[in-house]
């Protein structure tokens, strides 16, 4: 709750999603299951938002394997597309040799993370130039291709068409600064060739025209009602891909260009002039992988593409419409499978900002965490456990110091160490003991929310599952006093030892898919035999044999102190502060800005970068909602509350820890994110406004029962708590 904003039309979904997945889960756990990721675009370095994709999917699959399942992990760098070209022309260098720097590095780093793919290819391999062809042909040859004389943008200066990243213009929907193929600025829609009103090349910055030119067109509205029936009652995954992609099908689709005036990419059967549309070949690279693996492996890519299999695919919420819309019409008008799964995560923040590499908000896995001798695992750990898969994550270099002290290092290490240590010293070895009834229950009710909690694709709640048992180990451990039993009775104490190490083993078995590095190096001082990685989750409850040989323990997480936490907080400042320093001269000599590195071009608007002008933000707060009953309105339990106490939360500079009368026998505890606009002492004896009933949570270490209700306005940076315009008895109910 690190932001207190409230809109009250968004409503906790737990019980929708809870109702959508009992009909969504897998109906046999025989067959094979493909997963997939978003590709990776080779245009620029890996950054955090990049593996809140690819890390979920990592410990999904992991997950997979230890419950047996027979699993394929596949991905690849996405080459083609007028960004590539761009960027390469600026350098002065093929895109060929663009991308083949960026793959390399995205491949070296996924291998960094413990990100491991069956097949990492590139989208410009053969077999993605073939089976894109072949995909298409079919579509041609069964009428779901046609030409179409259309106006195109063409700088009369460069003497060339602009497709995509080469114009931009005025998006004709909502107006905002566009981009030639999506209104990235502002209402978020595709956009079709000659759909962008004042259309300006990116090359030269000079005024584009409309010419006439054949391209080539899918029919897309075609598959509506596929698509409806297909988003209703056959796709799995999460409800915020599905409810997404649905809406978009009750608008009404239009048919898609699929050509593009490009060399660089795959050529359109019949005309060298012409490539297929990035967002063609891209996906079809998942096929082209798996062929790849399957010519490896000796297995066959069929089983997955031709209705034997599960196929799953882990994206980022932007590029939904694609997977859900584009994607299986295409399949479906070709013969091919349609994925059963597509999990969409929720976009990423940093530092409470919006994601932004030109305006320096931005963190680059290997600069800023892995070549700062960062161990992968923590982030791996920060990625899983912040938030559930579809909510917005923040990184924040504090709140990942807080989940890393106060959870890996004083729970989960905490007991790994303590009870490897000691056993070591005293025994040397597994000790005389069998699994007690309390032990054997615990760890059976970790594994199977863990199970549960996988299969739901809700990553938080499979590791708050697996460290309540890591608490359940201290407290076993604690209460038991081994310590002080060791001098009275050893037998006894062994027989407290041998439980603690059996639910080490299991700790190493449940936490594997999430810190695999780590646990790892905890399953080998338990002296245990064959790889962690393919030990099955059914081996937690295997108990331990007696008399195996322990070693050493290493201390397996370290506390982030406060000067390295420091020192990371101010190269992101500085890093700010250049792009603003950028920004500021680019505008004052009438000169656009350098690019910054990234796999996609800057989010803001270059154009008004180059004529000095701001480029006109999306209106904040004009999401659209959807439409809730009166019966979700009255599930909240918004009282009125008047503040008692309140202090600054250590550690914190935007926390306050507030105690507040709302009508109960005792004060309620909440945390709230107002001390950049409210001095503690400003708060006492207001009256407020306090939705009563939502989940506790913990920030900096401090648990918040509730959630204090203010307006903002992001654009004059104000925010104001809601109050009564009278005088009102504390616990009074809103309705």
């Not at 990942?400 to 240590?421: D, H, S």
């Not at 503690?680 to 959630?707: F, H, T, Y």
């Amino acid at each position: 709750m690190s932001e207190i904003y409230f809109r009250i039309a968004i409503i906790e979904e737990e019980y929708i999603h809870k109702k959508y997945m009992e009909i969504r889960m897998p109906e046999s756990s025989s067959k094979p299951v493909l997963v997939t990721c978003g590709l990776p675009y080779a245009n620029g370095k890996a950054h955090i938002g990049h593996l809140r994709t690819y890390v979920p999917a990592d410990i999904f699959v992991r997950s997979l394997r230890k419950e047996g399942r027979d699993v394929t992990f596949v991905c690849g760098s996405d080459t083609h597309g007028t960004p590539i070209v761009v960027n390469a022309e600026e350098l002065g260098i093929t895109p060929k040799e663009l991308v083949e720097v960026y793959h390399k590095h995205f491949d070296e780093t996924f291998k960094q993370l413990g990100v491991y793919f069956d097949a990492f290819g590139t989208t410009d391999d053969p077999e993605n130039h073939n089976r894109t062809l072949d995909i298409v042909n079919r579509l041609i040859e069964k009428d779901y291709v046609y030409p179409k004389t259309i106006e195109i943008a063409y700088c009369p200066k460069c003497n060339r068409f602009l497709p995509d990243r080469y114009v931009e213009g005025s998006c004709p929907h909502c107006g905002e600064i566009a981009r030639g193929d999506e209104c990235d600025q502002g209402c978020g829609k595709h956009l079709e060739p000659g759909e962008l009103l004042n259309p300006v090349c990116t090359i030269c910055g000079g005024p584009a025209e409309y010419r006439q030119q054949e391209h080539f067109f899918f029919k897309l509205s075609n598959f509506s009602d596929y698509l409806m029936d297909y988003l209703s009652n056959d796709l799995g995954g999460t409800i915020n891909a599905r409810n997404y992609a649905l809406g978009w099908v009750r608008q009404g689709l239009t048919d898609w260009c699929i050509t593009r005036n490009l060399e660089w990419g795959v050529k359109f059967p019949g005309h060298d002039d012409l490539v297929v549309y990035v967002w063609v070949d891209a996906p079809i690279g998942y096929i082209a992988f798996t062929e790849e693996w399957a010519a490896k492996a000796g297995d066959s890519w069929e089983k997955y593409w031709k209705n034997e299999g599960e196929i799953v695919h882990f994206i980022g919420g932007d590029i939904t419409y694609h997977h859900c819309i584009f994607w299986p019409a295409m399949l479906k008008g070709a013969d091919y499978s349609a994925p059963t799964a597509v999990v969409a995560s929720g976009m990423v923040k940093i530092e409470d900002k919006k994601f932004s590499k030109s305006r320096g908000n931005v963190v680059w896995v290997g600069e800023d965490y892995l070549d700062h001798g960062f161990h992968p695992d923590l982030l791996r750990y920060y990625l899983a456990s912040y938030t559930s898969h579809t909510k917005e994550l923040n990184f924040s270099w504090r709140v990942l110091q807080e989940k890393i002290n106060t959870e890996l290092v004083a729970v989960l290490g905490n007991f790994l160490y303590r009870t490897m240590l000691f056993a070591f010293k005293n025994y040397g070895e597994v000790p005389e003991g069998e699994v007690e009834p309390e032990v054997r229950e615990e760890i059976e009710k970790a594994l199977k929310e863990v199970k549960t909690a996988m299969a739901e694709y809700e990553f938080k709640k499979a590791v708050d599952s697996a460290m309540s048992l890591a608490s359940f180990g201290n407290i076993y451990f604690q209460s038991h006093e081994p310590w002080s039993l060791i001098k009275q009775d050893k037998a006894a104490c062994g027989q407290v030892l041998y439980n603690c190490l059996h639910l080490a083993k299991a700790l190493c078995l449940i936490f594997e898919p999430v810190t695999p590095e780590s646990m790892e190096t905890a399953w080998k001082e338990l002296g245990q035999e064959g790889d962690l990685h393919t030990t099955m989750y059914d081996d937690t409850l295997v108990p331990l044999k007696v008399g195996t040989k322990l070693a050493k323990p290493k201390i397996l997480f370290t506390k982030l102190e406060d000067d390295r936490i420091e020192e990371m907080e101010e190269i992101a400042n500085q890093r700010v502060k250049a792009a603003d320093a950028k920004k500021t001269a680019g505008k004052g000599n009438g000169k656009e800005p350098a690019k910054s590195e990234g796999m996609e071009p800057a989010e803001e608007a270059k154009q008004a970068e180059k004529t000095g002008e701001a480029a006109k933000p999306a209106e904040e707060g004009k999401e659209k909602l959807p439409t809730i009953e009166y019966e979700d309105f009255a599930k909240l339990d918004i009282r009125v509350g008047k503040v008692l106490l309140a202090e600054p939360v250590k550690k914190s500079k935007k926390l306050i820890r507030v105690e507040v009368d709302i009508g109960e026998e005792k004060p309620r505890q909440l945390v709230a994110g107002l001390a950049s606009y409210y001095a503690p002492e400003e708060l006492v004896g207001k009256s407020v406004i306090v939705l009563a009933n939502l989940k506790p949570a913990k920030l900096c270490g401090v648990e918040s029962n509730g959630m204090m209700l203010a307006a903002d306005n992001c654009a004059d940076n104000i925010v104001a708590t809601l109050m009564p315009d009278k005088e009102i008895k504390p616990g009074s109910r809103i309705r």
